[in-house]
Structures are given as C-alpha cells and as structure tokens.
C-alpha cells in the first residue's frame, strides 16, 4: 500500500479510499468516500435506546492510499 500525497494527485474515480487526516485530536487513518474533487465522511451511530443519529461532512485529507484487497478464505 503506497500512499499519496492528496498534493500531488488525487483518485481518478469515485469510491473509497484509506487516507490520512491531521485532526485536533491527532493523526488519524479512516476509509473515506471520494466523490469528483471532494473527501465525504459520513458516521451513523446507534444508541441504545434504538435511535440512529447520522453526520455526513467533507474533511480535509492529506495523504491516500488504495484499500488493500479483500480477505481470501
């Protein structure tokens, strides 16, 4: 897995894609959504009482990498 600096390139197509993020909380690594020029991270949560509470926002990503490939049996 190679990553890449969102500076210098960005994702030919839409999907997702692991990246690095500097937050206020420190660095962090998540699976985000790449849409046209844009990050999308979108988190729902449940709670136990059943209700789903849903935050969608765009963030500021500074590096990227292709998803590994998936597990085989």
């Known amino acids: 897995m190679e990553w890449v600096k969102v500076s210098e390139s960005l994702p030919i197509k839409n999907g997702f894609y692991n990246v690095y993020l500097e937050t206020e ?3 962090q690594i998540h699976s985000l959504w790449f849409t046209d020029v844009r990050w999308y991270f979108d988190s729902i949560l449940w709670s136990s009482d059943e209700s ?3 935050t969608s926002f765009f963030v500021d990503v ?3 990498s292709e998803l590994p490939e998936k597990p085989t049996d």
Do not use: L, T, V
């Open 25 to 27: 909380e420190g660095n």
């Open 52 to 54: 789903i509470s849903s």
């Open 62 to 64: 500074i590096q990227w």
